[in-house]
T-cell receptor, first 114, second 112 residues
Framework: AQSVTQLGSHVSVSEGALVLLRCNYS??????LFWYVQYPNQGLQLLLK??????LVKGINGFEAEFKKSETSFHLTKPSAHMSDAAEYFC????????????FGQGTRLTINP | KAGVTQTPRYLIKTRGQQVTLSCSPI?????VSWYQQTPGQGLQFLFE???????NKGNFPGRFSGRQFSNSRSEMNVSTLELGDSALYLC???????????FGSGTRLTVV
């Protein structure tokens, strides 16, 4: 069975500092990996996805993530945090085969300090 | 291009009642999935439909059901509501595997 672990339910950084949100996955087949962001009272917005092409994936709003098979990780980074980045971030995995089913991590709430 | 539309946005129901939630996917998207989001359990997969066929189902009781119409619009139904069914229900649509889901804003269901 697939699973996702997000290390740290809350992360706080200063405006302008590096953002690093950690995600480790477990999958018996080559995975598709996703990062989503959720602002209060809204749905999920796709930041980026890995689908077995380039291991360094660039997404929207300056975010990027690197797929490391040996570490089963897919950490999300942004060089310089903005106040508007404050939100909850979810890592998700799905398998290549069969129907689409996303398995989500528990989420990381990102706080940006001025 | 219109996004995924979920109606209604907010709903209050009484225990024992039933409820139907609606989702209109992005035009051309044939896959529609439903997720339940609660503070305690996080985001959990309910079911996925593709071209009117349920392809995958999560670990929820039979009180939770869904369907998809020929125009790809989908509904989910919860019968005999329980307090624990209070949650944000999210619908998502996709072209096909690997494209990633586009989520709607959700329907917040409160059971009293």
């Amino acid at each position: 069975a697939q699973s996702v672990t997000q290390l740290g339910s809350h992360v706080s950084v200063s405006e302008g500092a590096l953002v690093l949100l950690r995600c480790n996955y477990s999958s018996s087949v080559p995975p598709y990996l996703f990062w989503y962001v959720q602002y209060p009272n809204q749905g999920l917005q796709l930041l980026l996805k890995y689908t077995s092409a380039a291991t360094l994936v660039k997404g929207i709003n300056g975010f990027e993530a690197e797929f490391k098979k040996s570490e089963t990780s897919f950490h999300l980074t942004k060089p310089s945090a903005h106040m508007s980045d404050a939100a909850e971030y979810f890592c998700a995995v799905s398998d290549l085969q069969g129907a689409q089913k996303l398995v989500f991590g528990q989420g990381t709430r990102l706080t940006i300090n001025p | 291009k219109a996004g995924v539309t979920q109606t209604p946005r907010y709903l209050i129901k009484t225990r024992g009642q039933q409820v139907t939630l609606s989702c209109s996917p992005i035009s051309g998207h044939r896959s529609v999935s439903w997720y339940q989001q609660t503070p305690g359990q996080g985001l959990q997969f309910l079911f996925e439909y593709f071209s009117e066929t349920q392809r995958n189902k999560g670990n929820f009781p039979g009180r939770f059901s869904g369907r998809q119409f020929s125009n790809s619009r989908s509904e989910m139904n919860v019968s005999t509501l329980e307090l624990g069914d209070s949650a944000l229900y999210l619908c998502a649509s996709s072209l096909e595997t690997g494209y990633g889901y586009t989520f709607g804003s959700g329907t917040r269901l409160t059971v009293v």
